[in-house]
């Protein structure tokens, strides 16, 4: 008799709609994001970021309590717009005020515009969703909405996206600490161990709740406003 197959094969996503995400995920797709630091160089500055250890925890911070975990529950909600035939509107407005300081909102709204204006020219039909070409649609809006129109399920889309949020932070962080590229590569391990567990706790908060925790990131954002010099945008 034939033996029983060593694992039975899981449903997925179609594969170019995975690639599709994985491209617009990429360092190499034009949104700017090695220019931001999301408040890492004004911790370093501060003293409160010095080696892997508080990197890693002040990164995953930020995933699960602070900007990251707003941005799932808004990447989640323009996703199930999309899919639902919702208007995008409110959830649009509510990423404009749901962010902790100018330079954050920034951050958001600049790689928002940026993806948009690049897949306005390279893949229109994954942004049908933005009419107005004056918009600038935060950048975990503008994912999960075009993540939906690409046909990637929230689950897979929403831990890319964070996946790679977390990865272009840690990028600023070996940059700034500073780190060594191991020391990074072991930081984005251990965040992406954690990471699908975020997604689920995402998945099942329920819209009302959304909300950050994260004081000292957004004082370090606040800060880096005024620091002296400066390589980072936020």
Do not use: K
Not at 33 to 54: N, P
Not at 66 to 81: M, S
Not at 192 to 209: K, T
Request: glycine share 8%; aromatic share 6%.
């Amino acid at each position: 008799m034939p033996g029983r197959p060593l694992h039975t094969p899981m449903p997925m996503t179609n594969p170019q709609a995975l690639l599709r995400l994985v491209t617009w995920l990429s360092p190499a797709f034009p949104v700017g994001s090695f220019s931001y630091s999301h408040g890492i160089e004004q911790a370093v500055e501060a003293g409160l970021l010095t080696g892997r250890a508080d990197t890693e925890a002040w990164i995953g911070h930020i995933l699960r309590h602070g900007a990251g975990w707003v941005d799932a529950g808004l990447f989640l909600a323009a996703h199930r717009a999309c899919v639902g035939g919702a208007d995008l509107g409110p959830v649009l407005a509510q990423a404009r005020a749901q962010r902790g300081s100018a330079e954050m909102a920034l951050e958001a709204s600049a790689q928002g515009r940026a993806f948009v204006a690049t897949l306005r020219a390279v893949d229109p039909a994954c942004v049908a969703w933005a009419a107005d070409p004056e918009e600038a649609p935060s950048h975990a809006v503008a994912v999960g909405a075009a993540s939906a129109q690409a046909g990637v399920d929230e689950e897979t889309a929403l831990i890319l996206f964070l996946a790679a949020l977390g990865a272009a932070l840690v990028s600023a962080a070996v940059r700034l600490v500073p780190l060594g590229q191991t020391d990074g590569q072991r930081i984005t391990a251990a965040l992406n161990a954690r990471i699908p567990s975020w997604a689920a706790a995402a998945r099942a908060l329920p819209p009302e709740d959304l909300g950050s925790a994260a004081p000292m990131v957004d004082w370090t954002s606040m800060t880096h406003e005024t620091q002296y010099t400066r390589l980072f945008r936020s």
